[in-house]
Every structure is written in C-alpha cells, then in structure tokens.
Nanobody
Framework: QVQLVESGGGLVQVGGSLNLSCVVS????????VGWYRQYPGQRRAMLAL???????NYADFVKGRFTISRDNVKNTAYLQMHDLEPEDTAVYYC???????WGRGTQVTVSS
C-alpha cells in the first residue's frame, strides 16, 4: 500500500507562486511515475503534470509554462512549482503514484483576485 502526503497549499494573490510537495511512503516511489492532479468541487480530478521514474516531465497544455514538476528519489518526494497563479487555479491538489489506487488528502490552493 502506498501512502501520500501533500503539502504546501495556501492562499495566494493572483500572479503569485506556490510550491507543493508530495511525500510518498515505500520503495515504489523510485521506480514509478508520479502525477499531480487537481479537483474542483463536484468534478473529477484532472491531471496537471506527470514525471517518470527517470525524471522526464509531461504537462497538460493548460499549465505549460506556469507549472514545473520535479522529484527527489532520495527523499521520496515529488514537487509542483506553480507560478503566475490565476483564480481558476483554485482547487484541491493531489499527487498519485501512477498505477496505484491510493490518494492523499490533498492540499487546498486558493488564488484571490
């Protein structure tokens, strides 16, 4: 079983930045791709970015140029740097290990205008 703990969310003004972290338990992290997602109330989670076990990133078109995904395989941690935040980025943000069903509790990001 995989356990995930997201952190780093908060309240930020339009144009601001936040850095999210996701700590993953177990040895699975090093050999797995990891994704960041967000969820609006009443909607399904949407993938924002994914990073392979070897560090290759992929992004959804709507976050390209603003969000950067990275990972530290020593710390079992994935990161999501977010810049130029917009009110539409307000959501709960989650990470997940690709291929595993577990989710963390998420971290709330609120962008005020």
């Amino acid at each position: 079983q995989v356990q995930l703990v997201e952190s780093g969310g908060g309240l930020v003004q339009v144009g601001g930045s936040l850095n999210l972290s996701c700590v993953v338990s177990g040895d699975i992290f090093r050999r797995s791709s990891v994704g960041w997602y967000r969820q609006y109330p009443g909607q399904r989670r949407a993938m924002l970015a994914l990073i392979t076990s070897t560090g290759t990133p992929n992004y959804a078109d709507f976050v390209k140029g603003r969000f950067t995904i990275s990972r530290d395989n020593v710390k079992n941690t994935a990161y999501l740097q977010m810049h130029d935040l917009e009110p539409e980025d307000t959501a709960v943000y989650y990470c997940a290990v690709i291929g595993w069903p577990q989710w963390g509790r998420g971290t709330q990001v609120t962008v005020s205008s």
